[in-house]
């Protein structure tokens, strides 16, 4: 599924890290690293890892200090479906419902920053710097999504969406 994002990033010319895929394949399974996973007819066709903590490099204290879920590393295969805003409503739900006020997450490309504010809702927060790149930081506050097409159990951090 990384693969072939990653092809149709380059097809358009636009960037991905090198080895991604395989940074997603060493994460599942790590306790630190929760990775959810969509799966449409039995094939993973996305994933994301929920974090229950902030970094305090994006985020003030006051933020952090608010109940919220970190998104990092949301994949999916390249589709007209939008599957990426499923997974982004799937963690409001998800956040709603296990007592978050906020979904976070950050992206490093602006046109995918403004894609998340524009298109799908997110509020950034800032910019800032990290690791020789800018930073978008966003936040939408945690709501269910009562028409939300993917089942989910309500368990702790790390599962299937």
Not at 5 to 20: C, D, F, K, N
Not at 64 to 88: C, M, N, Y
């Amino acid at each position: 599924m990384a693969a072939e994002r990653v092809a149709w990033l380059r097809e358009r010319g636009l960037s991905a890290p090198e080895g991604i895929a395989e940074t997603l394949a060493e994460q599942v399974g790590e306790p630190d690293w929760p990775v959810w996973v969509l799966e449409r007819d039995g094939l993973v066709a996305g994933c994301t890892t929920v974090l229950s903590e902030c970094p305090g490099w994006a985020f003030t204290v006051a933020e952090r200090e608010q109940p919220s879920v970190f998104l990092v590393s949301t994949w999916t295969l390249p589709s007209a479906d939008r599957l990426g805003h499923v997974i982004a409503r799937w963690a409001l739900d998800y956040a709603a419902r296990t007592g978050r006020e906020h979904v976070r997450r950050g992206a490093f490309h602006s046109a995918l920053a403004d894609y998340y504010c524009r298109v799908q809702g997110w509020e950034l927060l800032r910019e800032v710097e990290r690791r020789g790149r800018t930073a978008y930081i966003m936040s939408r506050p945690a709501e269910r999504q009562p028409d939300l097409p993917v089942r989910t159990p309500t368990a702790p951090v790390g599962g299937e969406i």
